[in-house]
Nanobody, 125 residues
Framework: QVQLVESGGGLVQAGGSLRLSCAASGRTFSTYNMGWFRQAPGKEREFVASISARGGYTYYADSVQGRFTISRDNAKNTVYLQMNSLKPEDTAVYYC??????????????????WGQGTQVTVSS
């Protein structure tokens, strides 16, 4: 059973930074793509960023490109999301997810089979 536990959310002023972490259980972490998604109140869940199994490829939503950075440490079974220049529209619950299998790219929610409980990010103006 795979468990994903996010941490690092909180309240920050616009222009500030936060780093989210997601710790995964299991011994095959380095085999799978990892992704971050977010859901704001009244909106559908949306893709934020993803990273390939070995970390060589990253993908970002246009809305966060240049401000957010996804990374992973396979020795620690952890994926990170560094968020800089935060905007009020970044306010959402952020979820990390593990892919169902290894993909060349994984930017769609149905490519992921395991999800964390979410961590709240609130950006004040």
């Amino acid at each position: 059973q795979v468990q994903l536990v996010e941490s690092g959310g909180g309240l920050v002023q616009a222009g500030g930074s936060l780093r989210l972490s997601c710790a995964a259980s299991g011994r095959t972490f380095s085999t799978y793509n990892m992704g971050w998604f977010r859901q704001a109140p009244g909106k559908e869940r949306e893709f934020v960023a993803s990273i390939s199994a070995r970390g060589g490829y990253t993908y970002y939503a246009d809305s966060v490109q240049g401000r957010f950075t996804i990374s992973r440490d396979n020795a620690k079974n952890t994926v990170y999301l560094q968020m800089n220049s935060l905007k009020p529209e970044d306010t959402a619950v952020y979820y990390c997810a593990r892919s169902i299998r290894t993909y060349s790219s994984a930017i769609f929610g149905d490519q992921y089979g395991y999800w964390g409980q979410g961590t709240q990010v609130t950006v004040s103006s």
